[in-house]
């Protein structure tokens, strides 16, 4: 890592641990190398974690959060079947796990994928939440979301004025993971924007 000067990492969510590269997390506070990746923030987007943000925020920065944390509730042998007597209105999450591997959405599953989940479930409630499912963006023929890039440092917070998003199929499995079936889709901000320049940027 001492050879390291100056390179960009685009890990998004991984930063390699201190086992595999000796001195790299520390070259990165220390400076040395750029990092799209802040070491120390992406337990913040943990399943279980995550649920507690709007709490956070008011603690630390005593500021009311603008965004609202949608309704969630940790399974249990006593909730399991209600839940799943409307799994329609819920997304089902492991809290173990990364990604949309862990994550079921209640309205695209099938009579037998029911079952199997039901049964998961069963064995170890307290490692799964029920979050209530809110009704995603459209875009043409895709679901869609914005996901603005950002980078958190000791003394600065550097947020790109244009976002980009992640789409998928609209008849898919309601999921937004650029792993599955998912795409990126960018933002275009303008007084006049139509359809020609659009064709353009895609050529």
């Known amino acids: ?41 992406n337990f913040v987007s943990d399943k279980q974690v995550y649920l507690y943000v709007d709490k956070m925020i008011r603690f630390y920065l005593n500021e009311k959060p603008i965004l609202q944390q949608p309704k969630s509730v940790t399974l249990t042998a006593e909730n ?13 999450k492991r809290f173990d796990g990364r990604g949309g591997k ?21 064995q170890s409630p307290q490692v799964f939440k029920a979050q209530e499912r809110l009704q995603i963006s459209r875009l043409d023929q895709d ?5 603005p890039f950002s980078y958190v440092g000791s003394e600065h917070l550097i947020l790109a004025g244009v976002p ?13 993971n650029i792993s599955g079936n998912g795409h990126e889709v960018t933002v275009l901000i303008g007084e006049r924007l139509h359809a020609a320049d659009c064709e353009k940027l895609l050529k």
């Open 1 to 41: 890592a001492k050879k390291l000067k100056r390179i960009l990492i685009d890990s998004g969510y991984y930063v390699p641990s201190r086992s595999l590269i000796p001195g790299f997390i520390d070259s990165i506070l220390a400076g040395q190398v750029d990092s799209s990746s802040t070491p120390g923030t």
């Open 80 to 92: 399991i079947p209600s839940i799943f007597e409307s799994l329609g209105d819920w997304v089902i």
């Open 102 to 122: 862990v994550v079921w959405v209640g309205s695209k599953l099938k009579e037998k994928e029911v079952a199997d989940l039901r049964r998961l479930v069963e």
């Open 143 to 147: 679901i869609v979301d914005l996901r």
């Open 164 to 176: 980009w998003g992640r789409g998928a199929p609209v008849n898919g499995d309601g999921k937004m």
